[in-house]
């Protein structure tokens, strides 16, 4: 199947939506959901029994070509091989929308090629595991791409096929005032249900941007990611002055007293499972109700992190031509550890350091900014923003940098921010180059920056994993047991 090209001047941008439903339409959206996930175990089933079939017969020594022939994975096959079942094992399936069950097929289509490209080596990244089955528990959501998917004029409405008109907790107007005008056109639209119960929409369009003007702000700045209170990022200037020190929300360490005690209430009730017989059981309607107030409190934590990030991620796209970021292997920096830095884990969860640069990469091009990722292996917190010379055995501990050679005293964050910045603002050479002066950079990676030197310069560094994303799969170099920097963590 051809990829959906983006028209040119146009982007693809989502609105996400609250919904207040009724009882009547929830339970229509966990019936779309039961049948998504019914559609995608039952063709899960037939994959694997002919897999298996398969497999048996080769250990028979049967000829390849007198195998039983293979299923096609496409979505247009498992739709066809689902259409041929679907009266015997779902009789009720035209209680709900076709695109109900396409979502299901889609997301198995998915998983079957993920999982084949990466056993042959053809994806980058972490290897991916074959499907499994969803349980009742999964995340429930529905994916419409045909019929009526419109949003009404009164601007607290939006239908949907087969559920119908449903009213929504917040106003519609920014994307309504796009339809109106022409310049935006819905592609497909998503009902999910969160963790908390409540359910949203989210409108896949296409929108129509001119060119981005960007706000009278400083051309280069760079940002140092963090998960100290007092800064999540620093930004920073190339001449060495700070322009700001965002604060991080801290929004699950201040939810945590609120959910100990939940959690130990819950503990305290009749749960889905019996400690004494070991077995599965009921649980009691308080235990449910709990879990849903637990469920809430972490809701709450996250949208307070994200109303932060988007409101500081847009500033910085709006009103900066250039804006340097550090490339963090953020899942990486939490990947090991086990106790001893249990805190430190939970911190950068907490701060969410890989989203500013997510929500960079593209608000940058809503804006017409440009965003610059600086290498993985950048030392820009060892570095001094002074002389230019490294310190190797710095710390995370040191929060202030004090320089050997020149005596620079600087905060640790603003030196790093300061280093960052001069990397956008440094003239380059080759496909590294970002540019020079206040002039957007030419390519979305930067080169060394001024004074500075690649972590790697005189040790080659080897990936020892294999799984990062950076990395083709089955690299030569990745059985080698040498440990690969996971970035400057922390800082």
Known sequence: MARFEVPDGWTVQAYRFALDPTPAQVRAFRSHAGGARTAHNTMLAVVKAVMNQ???????????????????????????????????VAPWWAENSKEAYNTGLDALARGLQAWHT???????????????????????????????????????????????????????????????????????????????????????????????????????????????????????????????RVAAPKSLTKAHARLRALQRRAARQQGPYDPVTRTRRAPSKRWITQQRRIARTHAHAAAVRRDVLHKHTTALAHHHQVIVVETLNAAGMRAAGGARKRGLNRSLADAAVGEIRRMLDYKTRWYG?????????????????????????????????????????IDRDLNAAIN????????????????TGSSPAATHRGGHGRGATQESATTPVVNA??????????HPLDKTGTASPQGEAAQ
């Open 54 to 88: 398969r497999a048996a017969e080769r250990s028979y020594g049967i000829a390849e070509a007198d195998l039983t022939p293979s299923l096609n994975w496409s979505l247009a096959g498992l739709r066809k091989e689902w259409n041929a079942r679907k009266d015997e």
């Open 118 to 244: 990466s056993r042959t080596g053809e994806r980058a990244g972490k290897a991916v595991g074959f499907p499994r089955f969803k349980s009742v528990r999964s995340r429930r959501s529905v994916r419409f791409t045909t019929g009526v998917i419109r949003v009404e004029t009164d601007r607290h409405h939006v239908t949907l096929p087969r559920v119908g008109r449903l009213k929504t907790h917040e106003s519609t107007r920014k994307l309504a005032r796009r339809l109106h005008a022409g310049t935006a056109r819905i592609v497909s639209a998503t009902l999910c249900e969160d963790s908390a119960g409540r359910w949203h929409v989210s409108f896949h369009t296409l929108v129509q941007r001119g060119h981005g003007r960007v706000g009278a702000g400083e051309p280069v700045v760079g940002i140092d990611v963090g998960v100290k209170a007092d800064s999540l990022c620093v930004v920073a200037t190339p001449d060495g002055r700070e322009l700001d």
């Open 369 to 409: 900014s440009t965003l610059v990722e600086a290498d993985r292996y950048y030392p820009s917190s060892k570095t001094c923003s002074g002389c230019g010379r490294r310190k190797p055995n710095l710390t995370l501990a040191e929060r202030a940098y004090v320089c050997e050679h020149c005596g620079l005293q």
């Open 420 to 435: 960052l910045a001069r990397l956008g603002d440094t003239p380059h050479t080759g496909d590294t180059g970002t540019g």
């Open 465 to 474: 994993a294999g799984d990062e994303a950076s990395t083709r799969h089955q």
